[in-house]
């Protein structure tokens, strides 16, 4: 009996596997993940991620992503600013906040998306202190971006973009 029912199990597993569809992941979505960068957060803080990228539409702007994810609440992002050094570059979305049910480990995800100059990218190039502050219907959200010790996932696209531009303006 236990053998019938060892057999019957491994059937099972056997049709299961062998019903399941392989999908494969377009390569926009990989390299959309691929530039997704975190800030430099505590363990117990609400760390944003960022994903920035070339406008696809406008190429001499930045499009940034912006998503917070949060077990217990959804954020209205309406706003975003850097801070360079001490000098402030605040932006608007380009539309309202997004949130949306991920699963039960993420449970709720809002997120928004800005345009900003590319120029502002040149501002970067030599800065000191770079932090990030997400002005939200629930206060404002300031983490770093880089400091001389500690350079954030998020910093190290803006110097790959950075010097993208530098090769751009070079030819």
Excluded at 84 to 92: L, Q, R
Excluded at 119 to 142: C, H, M, P, Q, Y
């Amino acid at each position: 009996m236990k053998n019938v029912l060892c057999l019957l199990s491994l059937c099972a597993i056997m049709t299961g596997c062998a019903n399941m569809q392989n999908t494969t992941t377009a390569s926009t979505t990989i390299d959309h993940l691929a530039t997704a960068g975190s800030l430099n957060c505590k363990s117990n803080e609400l760390c944003p991620n960022v994903v920035v990228e070339w406008d696809k539409q406008q190429k001499d702007k930045l499009q940034i992503d912006v998503a917070l994810t949060s077990t217990y609440q959804y954020y209205d992002i309406n706003g975003l600013t850097f801070y360079v050094d001490g000098k402030s570059f605040s932006y608007t979305p380009v539309g309202k906040t997004e949130q949306k049910y991920i699963n039960r480990l993420i449970p709720k995800r809002s997120s928004n998306s800005f345009s900003i100059p590319s120029s502002f990218l040149l501002e970067l190039r030599n800065a000191k202190n770079v932090e990030l502050s997400i002005d939200t219907d629930k206060g404002a959200i300031k983490r770093s971006v880089y400091t001389p010790t500690q350079q954030s996932t998020l910093y190290q696209n803006f110097a790959r973009l950075i010097s993208e531009l530098a090769n751009k303006s070079a030819k």
